[in-house]
C-alpha cells in the first residue's frame, strides 16, 4: 500500500499531485464546517422546540433561551416589525457555512478535472518522446483519473452536507416563525 502510494507520487504530475493536496484541505474544511455547523444548529433547533413548546402550553413569552428572546427584552413593545428583525438575524445566523459548502460543491469537481487534464497532457508528452506502448497510455491515463474521482469524491460529500444544513435552517426558521406567530397572536 505504502509502495503503491509511493509510485504514485514519484510518477505524477506535480500539478495532480498539488490538486490533490487543494482537495484533501477542502475534504477537511467541508467536514469541519459541517460538523460544527451541524452540532451547533442540533443544539439550537433544540431550544427552539422547547420555547415553541412551552408557548404553546400556555407560557406569556418565549423562554430565555430563544434566540428571539434578546429581540423582545431590548424592545418596549413586541411588533411585527421586532420580530421580523430577529427572524432575519436568525436566518443569517442559521445559514453561515451553507456559502462554502455549496462553493465546495460546485468548484470541486472543475478543480479535479484540471489535475486530469494537466496529467493526460503530461502522459501525450511521454508518450510523444518514446515509442508509446500500452502501458504509458493506461497508466498515465490512470493516474489521472485519480484526480477526477476524488474531485467528484469532495464534490458529494460538500453538496450532501449543504442540503442537510439547509434543511436543519429551514427547520430552526420555521421554528422561530411559529414562536413568532404565536406571540402575536396573543397580543392580539
Do not use: C
Not at 487543494?22 to 460538523?35: E, G, H, R
Not at 408557548?55 to 431590548?74: D, H, K, P
Not at 469537481?109 to 511521454?126: A, E, M, N
Amino acid at each position: 500500500m505504502i509502495n503503491n502510494l509511493v509510485d504514485f507520487y514519484l510518477k505524477s504530475h506535480p500539478v495532480t499531485i498539488g490538486v490533490l493536496a487543494l482537495l484533501s484541505i477542502y475534504f477537511i474544511i467541508l467536514n469541519w464546517v459541517f460538523f460544527y455547523r451541524y452540532f451547533s444548529i442540533n443544539s439550537w433547533v433544540s431550544r427552539e422546540s422547547t420555547s415553541l413548546e412551552a408557548l404553546l402550553m400556555g407560557a406569556s413569552t418565549v423562554n430565555e433561551n430563544s434566540f428571539l428572546n434578546n429581540f423582545i427584552r431590548t424592545s418596549n413593545v413586541i411588533s411585527k416589525e421586532v420580530l421580523a428583525l430577529g427572524m432575519l438575524a436568525a436566518t443569517k445566523e442559521a445559514t453561515k457555512g451553507l456559502s462554502i459548502l455549496s462553493i465546495f460543491a460546485s468548484t470541486t469537481p472543475f478543480i479535479g478535472l484540471f489535475g486530469t487534464v494537466v496529467s493526460i497532457l503530461d502522459t501525450f508528452t511521454h508518450i510523444g518522446k518514446t515509442s508509446g506502448s500500452m502501458n504509458i497510455i493506461s497508466s498515465g491515463v490512470s493516474d489521472a483519473l485519480i484526480a477526477t474521482a476524488a474531485g467528484i469524491f469532495v464534490a458529494i460529500f460538500a453538496y450532501t452536507y449543504h442540503q442537510i444544513l439547509k434543511r436543519k435552517s429551514f427547520e430552526l426558521i420555521s421554528f422561530l416563525q411559529m414562536q413568532s406567530d404565536a406571540i402575536l397572536a396573543r397580543k392580539k
